[in-house]
């Protein structure tokens, strides 16, 4: 899945944390399971390409999908779709990744006060697995497809793949911003991620103007 993905991407193995700050990151992980059930056939985009709408109701076996197709009740555009989805969905995607043993979530105290949590990887092969493969299209290493594509471009909307990958911070957006307008799908995933992307990137500017 896309979003367990993504998760992984985020989470920093030395500290613990989460690489990025908790707004983005929804923002992020909820684009990354509108991909999921677009892939997934249960929701599609409208013939003129700016509403999703459910075009499949079946249940879907993953928790968090499950829930997600739930908060559909009417066709909505890609930034609306990002904004009901992402209402606890880290902690969503957290726990599933508990469940699999992936994961394993730890209390913690921020500033010897406040309560918190650290996320430690338990499955070195599943996180190394997802960091090189979108780590080594970061770097140049080779091109990018559909999964790398997507993760990239979904790190991209957010402005997150400095935060992700080391490196040069100006070479590593230049090449995350090539890979976003790239042409490493087909013509109908590349035209959903395009507008999953726009609503990512739209619900995130409203989040940090405070709308």
């Given at each position: 899945?896309?979003?367990?993905?993504?998760?992984?991407?985020?989470?920093?193995?030395?500290?613990?944390?989460?690489?990025?700050s908790f707004a983005p990151a929804e923002n992020a992980?909820?684009?990354?399971?509108?991909?999921?059930?677009?892939?997934?056939?249960?929701?599609?985009?409208?013939?003129?390409?700016?509403?999703?709408?459910?075009?499949?109701?079946?249940?879907?076996?993953?928790?968090?999908?499950?829930?997600?197709?739930?908060?559909?009740?009417?066709?909505?555009?890609?930034?609306?779709?990002?904004?009901?989805?992402?209402?606890?969905?880290?902690?969503?995607?957290?726990?599933?990744?508990?469940?699999?043993?992936?994961?394993?979530?730890?209390?913690?105290?921020?500033?010897?006060?406040?309560?918190?949590?650290?996320?430690?990887?338990?499955?070195?092969?599943?996180?190394?697995?997802?960091?090189?493969?979108?780590?080594?299209?970061?770097?140049?290493?080779?091109?990018?497809?559909?999964?790398?594509?997507?993760?990239?471009?979904?790190?991209?909307?957010?402005?997150?793949?400095?935060?992700?990958?080391?490196?040069?911070?100006?070479?590593?957006?230049?090449?995350?911003?090539?890979?976003?307008?790239?042409?490493?799908?087909?013509?109908?995933?590349?035209?959903?991620?395009?507008?999953?992307?726009?609503?990512?990137?739209?619900?995130?500017?409203?989040?940090?103007?405070?709308?």
């Amino acid at each position: 899945m896309l979003h367990e993905d993504l998760m992984l991407l985020f989470i920093d193995q030395q500290t613990g944390k989460v690489r990025s700050s908790f707004a983005p990151a929804e923002n992020a992980l909820a684009g990354a399971v509108l991909m999921d059930l677009v892939n997934s056939g249960r929701v599609a985009f409208e013939p003129n390409g700016k509403k999703l709408q459910v075009v499949d109701p079946t249940p879907v076996n993953d928790p968090v999908l499950y829930e997600s197709l739930s908060r559909f009740d009417k066709p909505m555009r890609p930034q609306r779709a990002v904004e009901r989805v992402r209402k606890k969905l880290q902690d969503n995607v957290i726990a599933r990744l508990a469940e699999r043993g992936v994961v394993r979530v730890e209390p913690r105290k921020v500033l010897g006060i406040f309560p918190a949590k650290s996320y430690v990887i338990t499955d070195e092969r599943v996180h190394g697995e997802v960091r090189k493969a979108v780590g080594d299209v970061v770097a140049g290493y080779r091109g990018p497809d559909e999964r790398t594509g997507s993760l990239i471009t979904l790190l991209y909307a957010v402005n997150a793949v400095h935060r992700v990958f080391d490196g040069d911070k100006r070479e590593i957006k230049r090449r995350a911003k090539e890979i976003a307008a790239g042409h490493w799908a087909g013509d109908a995933v590349r035209r959903a991620v395009e507008a999953v992307q726009a609503g990512v990137t739209a619900a995130a500017s409203a989040a940090a103007s405070g709308e």
